[in-house]
């Protein structure tokens, strides 16, 4: 009984589980066409309006939205939400009539709505799919027309006339036309991915962020501050930059709500790595995701591995605010003392 008992548990682990991969929903607002590049694999092949992409395992990915219309720029974000949920986003122009990226809404998969006629289903792959190659072959087979020749002769003497037709077959041989068609088909990677025609004054994400990753939307900041064409600038700043671009509001915003929703320090903390790992932070966005922790231990480690990701660590200072005790101030210094970049 009791290894039944277990095999049970066994058995709703798994398909919990199981239930927290999620579906992702993007969506052109005004229907534009467009493809979407997770972790640099291309979803879909051929540009669509509407896409699900479906059994995500991992809570973030790196997003690119390629357009249909190259006159339109590749969108870079980094995406972050809950597990186990299908969640939609919207591509737009925002007030700046820049195309973006928005949340828009998210439901529980097991509530999931039926794909729509018009929308694409994708099976999330994280390999680029194989070529797949069709080859067609005609051949055809034309034969040389007859000769016929007619000859018409009046005899005036006699008033008599003769007619004359000669038939002749076919001479010479067959001709044999073959044609060979082969069509290659692919909805992995592209070569083009990366390189494609942008307009002009358009920056990829690594021209903008050097090898430190995404770092969200172009324009929409958390702070004020402006970009001199290698890096971002914050507004009133005169010191140190740990890192070129930080989290816009709405990633940042993102971030903490994906952090805060689970239960314990050691799960936070995970999640926070993992999304720092791919970003640039702001010392006052280190302090506000410190709070989201309930330990002073948890809140020290959570400093520690931030420095690296971020921006104004002249003003670092700001997160003492967030510990209870003065030991772990002075930890913190001796950790940041000791920081090779």
């Known amino acids: 009984m009791k290894q039944l008992i277990v095999s049970i548990l066994l058995l709703f682990a798994a398909s919990t589980i199981k239930s927290q991969n999620t579906n992702l929903i993007f969506f052109s607002e005004q229907g534009e066409h467009f493809s979407v590049v997770m972790n640099g694999i291309l979803q879909n092949d051929q540009p669509t309006t509407n896409i699900k992409v479906t059994d995500l395992p991992a809570p973030n990915y790196k997003l690119k939205i390629i357009f249909e219309d190259k006159k339109i720029?590749?969108?870079?974000?980094?995406?972050?939400?809950?597990?186990?949920?299908?969640?939609?986003?919207?591509?737009?122009?925002?007030?700046k009539n820049q195309y973006v990226v928005r949340y828009l809404n998210e439901v529980p998969i097991a509530q999931a709505p039926v794909p729509v006629q018009t929308q694409t289903v994708i099976l999330y792959h994280p390999e680029p799919v194989k070529q797949v190659s069709t080859t067609t072959t005609t051949t055809t087979t034309s034969a040389p027309a007859g000769v016929g020749a007619g000859v018409n002769i009046n005899d005036p003497v006699s008033g008599a006339n003769m007619n004359i037709n000669l038939n002749m077959g076919a001479i010479g041989s067959a001709t044999t036309t073959t044609t060979t068609t082969t069509t290659t088909s692919s909805t992995?990677?592209?070569?083009?991915?990366?390189?494609?025609?942008?307009?002009a004054g358009y920056h990829s994400e690594d021209e903008h962020h050097g090898n430190r990753g995404e770092h969200g939307e172009r324009g929409e900041r958390g702070e004020r501050g402006r970009h001199d064409g290698s890096r971002?600038?914050?507004?009133g700043y005169n010191g140190e930059y740990g890192c070129p671009y930080p989290m816009s509001r709405e990633d940042f915003a993102q971030a903490k709500q994906s952090i805060e929703s689970k239960s314990f320090d050691d799960s936070k903390l995970a999640i926070a790595k993992q999304i720092i790992n791919t970003n640039c932070l702001l010392s006052s966005q280190v302090k506000e995701l410190m709070l989201l922790f309930s330990f002073e231990d948890t809140r020290l480690e959570l400093a520690k591995y931030c420095y690296g990701y971020t921006l104004d660590i002249g003003n670092y200072y700001q997160v003492n605010d967030a510990?209870?005790?003065?030991?772990?101030?002075?930890?913190?210094n001796k950790y940041i003392s000791g920081f090779r970049r």
């Open 188 to 199: 992995g990677n592209r070569d083009d991915i990366n390189n494609h025609e942008r307009p």
């Open 323 to 332: 510990f209870k005790f003065e030991s772990s101030i002075d930890d913190l």
């Open 73 to 95: 720029p590749d969108i870079d974000k980094n995406l972050m939400f809950g597990q186990g949920t299908e969640t939609t986003f919207v591509i737009r122009k925002n007030k």
């Open 232 to 235: 971002y600038e914050l507004e």
